[in-house]
């Protein structure tokens, strides 16, 4: 299983990307990451912690270490390999990307 360190806690312990799961001191604390803008308690997360882009459970992440956290999650998720499972992840990509640039 893939372990990927992201930083350490106030208190020491270690923040970490195992498997498909975000980790303080080797236990599950959440399986995926939420940007703060859509986060509701976002104006008390930003108060407290100004430089914060991304929560992942209880944790507040900054960019880059959300950067790191999406790519160690995505690395642990297996490659598609049925035909149809590919086109709705081709057509998903598709669709966000022109819901970025407007069109609709």
Request: aromatic residues 4%.
């Amino acid at each position: 299983m893939q372990v990927t360190f992201i930083r350490n806690t106030s208190d020491g312990r270690a923040i970490e990307v195992i498997g498909p799961y975000v980790c303080v001191a080797r236990e599950p604390v959440a399986d995926g990451i939420v940007e703060i803008a859509t986060h509701p308690n976002r104006k008390a997360i930003l108060a407290s912690v100004p430089n914060a882009t991304h929560m992942a459970g209880p944790l507040v992440l900054t960019a880059e270490e959300a950067s790191a956290v999406r790519g160690a999650l995505a690395a642990a998720q297996p490659a598609p390999v049925e035909p149809s499972e590919i086109d709705r992840r081709f057509r998903e990509a598709y669709n966000t990307r022109s819901r970025r640039e407007g069109i609709e």
